[in-house]
């Protein structure tokens, strides 16, 4: 009778583990924001050594929420090497959009 809890504790943890603690994520694990997305990384220094460019310009990215367009080939490429799925141009652009609305109301 036990099946089904131990079934969705073990379902928690394996969400857990692959995107790791406090990651804000969609249900199907997709990352929601661009810091979710660089936060997949173990450390932003690991996303910048993927993705080609400097720390500080991975770090710049992560606080304003969007990453240059030059970056997005590496950064598309990066991701699916790492398995995250649905990284895109078209899912870049929409957030790349949605940050220069949130500057603009600002």
Known sequence: MNEPTASIS?????????????????ISGLP????????????????AADVGCGYEAARQ???RG???PQHWPHV?????????????????AGHRAAAA???EAA
């Open 10 to 26: 073990a379902f928690r943890a394996s969400i857990s583990a692959a995107n790791g603690p406090g990651l804000p994520a969609s």
């Open 32 to 47: 929601t924001s661009i810091s979710g997305l660089i936060d997949s990384w173990q450390s932003i220094g690991a996303f």
């Open 61 to 63: 990215m992560r606080r």
């Open 66 to 68: 969007r990453i240059a």
């Open 76 to 92: 598309v490429a990066a991701s699916r090497r790492r398995g995250i799925a649905g990284i895109s141009y078209e899912w870049l």
């Open 101 to 103: 609305m949130q500057g």
